[in-house]
């Protein structure tokens, strides 16, 4: 049952990452991209890491993978606000 519970995060990580390529890849401007690649690539690594920490069964390697999902998260917010603030600077110049 754990592994199944395991497969199914695993594979739900994956489709989110699939979805924000697809985003970054379609949508129109940057702002738009920069969403699509926060929001569903953070939920893609937490479901990734969910479902590697169930399949893992030690609570070292649990902790690990959501201390590296924490770090992830604090630094794809961080890029996203300073690329689109950049961006949003140079819109004003002109």
């Known amino acids: 049952m754990i592994n199944l519970a395991s497969s199914i995060l695993i594979l739900a990580g994956l489709f989110f990452y699939l979805a924000g ?31 590697l920490a169930l399949h893992s069964q030690h609570l070292l390697t649990s902790l690990k ?3 590296i999902w924490l770090a992830v998260l604090a630094a794809s917010a ?17």
């Open 21 to 51: 390529s697809i985003g970054l890849l379609r949508l129109p401007d940057l702002y738009t991209r920069l969403h699509a690649l926060t929001k569903a690539d953070n939920l893609g690594l937490g479901l990734l890491a969910a479902g």
């Open 65 to 67: 993978l959501l201390l």
């Open 78 to 94: 961080t890029s996203a606000h300073l690329i689109a603030r950049q961006a949003r600077r140079q819109e004003t110049r002109r």
